[in-house]
């Protein structure tokens, strides 16, 4: 079973920064905490990942919180491409599979 | 970066027949891949785990006679469902993880087949 929750939905206005939030309130001080995102029809996407510490690529940020029991996934523009699924997954590590729930439907207004 | 190609991306069969899906990593070498099925408005359930070289891992509730899975090579792994019926219509991805990345960076997932049983 996934060990996140998310908001079922979130709206964005276009060119407006976006948070979406995670709880992983039994993370384990291993476990990574990795966002990957679902375009319609298409496989997922990986985004970001990360253990303790912000995270910052050309996709997104990542704020983690400092008891690693939450974290936020930053869009800083979200532009209508962003329209997805994003997934908020409390990785083990290894080969082991990622375990997705139900994820936050990011809807993107022009 | 990492790409995995799946093959078909839409198939229709009749109920019945098998019908085999491909997934192979395109450049890179991968020990383990894993097989998701994904209802509407759902999200992704794991099936199975497929190590290169032995028999697959699956999930309780997926039967293994029905979804025969082969990870024959280090770079394609194939999931083939045996006498189809139209319950197991729906979406089919794989996703695949080099050995050697752990936990850095993300796995790389294909884009999908959708499969219609008629």
């Known amino acids: 079973d996934a060990k996140t929750t998310q908001p079922n939905s979130m709206e964005s206005n276009e060119e407006e920064p976006v948070h979406l939030p995670c709880n992983h309130s039994?993370?384990?001080?291993?476990?990574?905490i990795h966002w990957y995102r679902q375009l319609p029809s298409q496989g997922p996407e990986y985004v970001i990942h990360?253990?303790?510490s912000n995270v910052n690529n050309r996709m997104a940020s990542l704020a983690i919180a400092e008891d690693r029991k939450s974290s936020t996934l930053i869009l800083h523009r979200a532009t209508l491409r962003d329209a997805a699924v994003y997934y908020c997954?409390?990785?083990?590590?290894?080969?082991?599979?990622?375990?997705f729930g139900k994820g936050t439907r990011l809807s993107v207004i022009a | 970066g990492a790409v995995v190609s799946q093959h078909p991306s839409r198939v229709i069969c009749k109920s019945g027949t098998s019908v085999k899906i491909e997934c192979r990593s395109l450049?890179?070498?991968?020990?383990?891949m894993f097989w998701y099925r994904q209802f509407p408005k759902q999200s992704l359930m794991l099936m199975a785990t497929?190590?290169?070289?032995?028999?697959?891992?699956?999930e309780q509730g997926v039967e293994k006679d029905k979804f025969l899975i082969n990870h024959a090579s280090l770079t394609l792994s194939t999931l083939t469902v045996t006498s189809a019926h139209p319950e197991d219509s729906s979406f089919y991805i794989c996703?695949?993880?080099?050995?050697?990345?752990?936990?850095?960076?993300?796995?790389?997932f294909g884009s999908g087949t959708r499969l219609t049983v008629v």
């Open positions: 996703s695949a993880s080099p050995g050697d990345r752990p936990s850095s960076g993300g796995y790389t």
């Open positions: 039994t993370i384990s001080g291993t476990d990574y």
């Open positions: 990360g253990l303790t």
């Open positions: 997954i409390q990785f083990e590590g290894g080969n082991t599979p990622l375990v």
């Open positions: 450049d890179f070498q991968a020990t383990t």
């Open positions: 497929s190590n290169e070289g032995s028999k697959a891992t699956y």
